[in-house]
T-cell receptor
C-alpha cells in the first residue's frame, strides 16, 4: 500500500499566487485532515473531513479551502498565498471515529514544504 | 476544548539511561491520548495510544506511557534510551470528530 501520498514535496510561491496541495490515500479511510507544522507550535489543524462531501474547519482555516469529492482525495487550496503561510504541510487519514479501528490513530503523508516569498 | 501541553522543548539523556517525555492533558469526558514520533524530513509515526483500561500502555520500539488521571498526565517513557531514539515527539488528544490536537513537541536527544 502507498498509504498517504502528498504532492509536491517542495514548492516556492510568490505572494498572491494560488496553488493546490494534493493528498491521496488508498486505505479507504473515511477521515482526512490537513495540518501545518511550524517551529515551536507543533501541528495545527487547518481543515478536516469525516467523509466524502463533508468538510469542517480546524484551528487555523483562514486562507485555505478544501473539498472532498471522493474518499481517496483531499486537496488543500491556497487562494492567495501570503508569507505567513510558509510552513510544512501534512495530510493525515484514519478510519472513522465510529469504528474501533480509529483507535490506531492517523497515517501521515511525508509532507509538503511550502515557501512563500 | 481538548488540548495537550508538553512542558519541555528539549530533553537530553545519555544512552542506556531511562527517558521520560512529559505530557499533560485537558479534556471533557474520557481522554483518547496518543504519542507520535517524527524523524527528520518525515511525517509523524504512531507510537502508542490510551483509550481505556490499563494505565500503563506499551507501544512501538520499546516505548510505554503512563496514564495518570489524578495528575491529568500521559508521560512517555523508555527504560533504556538508544541514540536512534533521538527525534521529535508529539503528544495528542483526539476530539469528538476524530480531529486530533497536538502538543508543541519535545525534541529528544540521546547522547552516546
Amino acid at each position: 500500500n502507498a498509504g498517504v501520498t502528498q504532492t509536491p514535496k517542495f514548492q516556492v510561491l510568490k505572494t498572491g499566487q494560488s496553488m493546490t496541495l494534493q493528498c491521496a490515500q488508498d486505505m479507504n479511510h473515511e477521515y482526512m485532515s490537513w495540518y501545518r507544522q511550524d517551529p515551536g507550535m507543533g501541528l495545527r489543524l487547518i481543515h478536516y473531513s469525516v467523509g466524502a462531501g463533508i468538510t469542517d474547519q480546524g484551528e487555523v482555516p483562514n486562507g485555505y479551502n478544501v473539498s472532498r469529492s471522493t474518499t481517496e482525495d483531499f486537496p488543500l487550496r491556497l487562494l492567495s498565498a501570503a508569507p505567513s503561510q510558509t510552513s510544512v504541510y501534512f495530510c493525515a487519514s484514519s478510519y472513522s471515529s465510529n469504528t474501533i479501528l480509529s483507535n490506531y490513530g492517523y497515517t501521515f503523508g511525508s509532507g509538503t514544504r511550502l515557501t512563500v516569498v | 476544548a481538548q488540548s495537550v501541553a508538553q512542558p519541555e522543548d528539549q530533553v537530553n539523556v545519555a544512552e542506556g539511561n531511562p527517558l521520560t517525555v512529559k505530557c499533560t492533558y485537558s479534556v471533557s469526558g474520557n481522554p483518547y491520548l496518543f504519542w507520535y514520533v517524527q524523524y527528520p524530513n518525515r511525517g509523524l509515526q504512531f507510537l502508542l495510544k490510551y483509550i481505556t483500561g490499563d494505565n500503563l500502555v506499551k507501544g512501538s520500539y520499546g516505548f510505554e506511557a503512563e496514564f495518570n488521571k489524578s495528575q491529568t498526565s500521559f508521560h512517555l517513557k523508555k527504560p533504556s534510551a538508544l541514540v536512534s531514539d533521538s527525534a521529535l515527539y508529539f503528544c495528542a488528544v483526539r476530539g469528538a470528530y476524530n480531529d486530533m490536537r497536538f502538543g508543541a513537541g519535545t525534541r529528544l536527544t540521546v547522547k552516546p
